[in-house]
């Protein structure tokens, strides 16, 4: 039995019926959105008649405004530090996918403003500091500081959370 057939290399049309169903069904960036395009070129080849330009695709996504990079930061950070992700995390998520400095302004503030809520989820979901059944050797005290950097908080904050009591109230400073 034969395999399956290789799909038809892409063309205008095709490339561009792609990049709909993608933003269609995920939140993206146009950093995000270029990998992809070019990915599926590199898989599938070009059999357009001018040369591809996933560029110029996404850049016509962000006119008809399909594409949000500001809209997709704030969206985004918010989503990892609700999961516990500390700034520097957030940051890296966000550059990874392309998104300008210009366009992280609002979710920097946002990432600013709920530091402390995040290192709180990170806490409670990791069972450390107030929330652990009790005090931590040294060697766990070690690794939980080192799973809060991991997660992108700051050395300062991982202490505070690591070394309060089980059951200690935590307030921001």
Same mark, same amino acid.
């Given at each position: 039995?034969?395999?399956?057939?290789?799909?038809?290399? $892409? !063309?205008?049309?095709?490339?561009?019926?792609?990049a709909?169903?993608?933003?269609?069904?995920?939140?993206?960036?146009?950093?995000? $959105? /270029? %990998?992809?395009?070019?990915?599926? $070129?590199?898989?599938?080849?070009?059999?357009? *008649?001018?040369?591809? +330009?996933?560029?110029?695709?996404?850049?016509?996504?962000?006119?008809?405004?399909?594409?949000? !990079?500001? &809209?997709? =930061?704030?969206?985004?950070?918010?989503?990892?530090?609700?999961?516990?992700? &500390?700034? @520097?995390? /957030?940051? *890296? +998520?966000? @550059?990874?996918?392309?998104?300008? *400095?210009?366009?992280?302004?609002?979710?920097d503030?946002? /990432? =600013?403003?709920?530091?402390?809520?995040?290192? #709180?989820?990170?806490?409670?979901?990791?069972?450390?500091?107030?929330?652990?059944? &009790?005090?931590?050797?040294?060697?766990?005290?070690?690794?939980? /500081?080192? =799973?809060?950097?991991?997660? &992108?908080? #700051?050395? %300062?904050?991982?202490?505070?959370?690591v070394?309060? %009591?089980?059951?200690?109230?935590?307030?921001?400073?």
């Amino acid at each position: 039995m034969a395999g399956k057939r290789p799909p038809p290399p $892409l !063309d205008e049309a095709a490339l561009r019926d792609l990049a709909l169903r993608h933003v269609a069904r995920f939140a993206t960036s146009r950093g995000k $959105l /270029i %990998a992809y395009l070019n990915r599926k $070129l590199r898989e599938r080849g070009w059999g357009g *008649e001018d040369s591809a +330009d996933p560029e110029a695709l996404a850049d016509r996504f962000v006119d008809l405004r399909y594409i949000d !990079d500001a &809209g997709y =930061a704030v969206m985004k950070s918010a989503s990892l530090a609700r999961r516990g992700y &500390g700034a @520097r995390r /957030i940051e *890296e +998520d966000l @550059r990874a996918a392309g998104i300008s *400095e210009n366009d992280r302004e609002q979710a920097d503030a946002q /990432i =600013a403003s709920e530091r402390w809520m995040a290192a #709180d989820r990170f806490a409670r979901r990791k069972r450390v500091g107030p929330y652990a059944t &009790g005090p931590l050797d040294p060697k766990q005290r070690e690794r939980a /500081i080192a =799973a809060f950097l991991r997660a &992108g908080h #700051d050395y %300062a904050i991982a202490r505070k959370w690591v070394d309060a %009591a089980p059951g200690e109230d935590m307030t921001e400073e």
